[in-house]
């Protein structure tokens, strides 16, 4: 196997290499549940597509165990010259969900998505390999979730991994499509399923070392768009946006000044400047530490 993954120990399926990277353009989907090793998958696809396209993209819509950018964020980047890099060296892009799951925040996940597959392919990207959370249950909304997200982004391939049954409720129309080419993958046995705790201790590690950069920052609300001002509160977590709704960095709300309209917010961002917006999320956290303070 030629290609070259960051992470060693990993180990390529024969599965894998029935799909062929030069059969494949437009926008592959990945989806699976928590664990299943989408993302290990999504990265080797990237890296395989790279060999084939002049311009390919990585969509990581993980918004709880984010690859590319931090928790609560969607991101996109593109690779650039050098090509046959993880995580992919180009331009990049980031949308804020504002929670670090899609549930109760379906709209933003799958609206947010599609503005970076948008964006993508203004970008020139010709292939561009979509990541996504773990919510493929159906009881908790991730079936409604992923198939409004693959009639919206129109994938031409959806790659599934599957361990038993657990995504054809979600799989199974469209495997009678012609709008797509499903793949079924299955679950690697060397799959390291990760617990609650990591999974918490890893975006705690996240925020921790962005907010260790951060310094306060006095916003006027005279001067910027505030969107979500009903969550308003010490501790919420917001981002900065620009004039597209892209996010351009994320802070904590401080304290409100309600005399001089001033929101002071901890953020590594160093001035207002080019920020149009900022759009309040629903987690609370502690930049100090990085530990959420719940929703
Ligand atoms: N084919 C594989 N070979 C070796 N390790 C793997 C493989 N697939 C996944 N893993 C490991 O299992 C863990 C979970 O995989 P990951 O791709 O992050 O899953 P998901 O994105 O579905 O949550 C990671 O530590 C990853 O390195
Ligand atoms: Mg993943």
């Known amino acids: 196997m030629s290609v070259k993954m960051t992470s060693s120990n990993i180990s390529f399926p024969r599965e894998w290499e029935r799909i062929n990277p ?25 890296l395989q597509l790279c060999r084939c396209h002049n311009s390919v993209a990585f969509l990581d819509c993980d918004v709880g165990q984010s690859t590319l950018g931090l928790p609560t964020t969607m ?33 933003p996940t799958v609206i947010g998505a599609h503005k970076l597959q948008k964006k993508a392919q203004e970008l020139g990207a010709e292939a561009i390999v979509v990541d996504t959370t773990g919510l493929v249950s159906r009881a908790a909304g ?11 982004l129109k994938p031409s391939v959806l790659v599934g991994l599957e361990r038993g049954a657990e995504l054809e409720h979600i799989l199974w129309p469209w495997r009678w499509d012609k709008r797509v080419r499903v793949y079924d993958l299955p679950v690697s046995e060397h799959v390291i399923e990760k617990t609650r705790t990591e999974r918490i201790t890893h975006r705690e590690k ?15 609300f005279r001067e910027v768009v505030v969107f979500g001002i009903e969550m308003m509160a010490g501790g919420r977590l917001l981002a900065f946006q620009d004039d597209q709704g892209f996010a351009m960095a994320l802070g904590v709300a401080r304290a409100y000044d309600r005399n001089g309209q001033e929101l002071a917010v901890s953020t590594p961002l160093p001035s207002p400047e080019g920020v149009s917006s900022i759009r309040f999320g629903s987690l609370k956290l502690d930049p100090a530490t990085g530990q959420e303070l719940g929703k």
Do not use: C
């Open 22 to 46: 030069e059969s494949l353009e437009g926008t592959i989907m990945v989806i699976g549940e928590s664990d299943s090793g989408k993302t290990t998958f999504a990265r080797y696809l990237f």
């Open 75 to 107: 991101n996109l980047a593109l690779s650039s010259g050098e090509r046959s890099v993880f995580p992919p060296k180009g331009e990049t892009l980031s949308y804020f969900v504002g929670s670090t799951s899609p549930r109760g925040h379906m709209l």
């Open 142 to 152: 991730g079936g409604a979730l992923k198939q409004w997200k693959i009639e919206l």
């Open 206 to 220: 996240r925020f921790l070392s962005y907010f260790q950069k951060a310094h306060a920052l006095r916003v006027a």
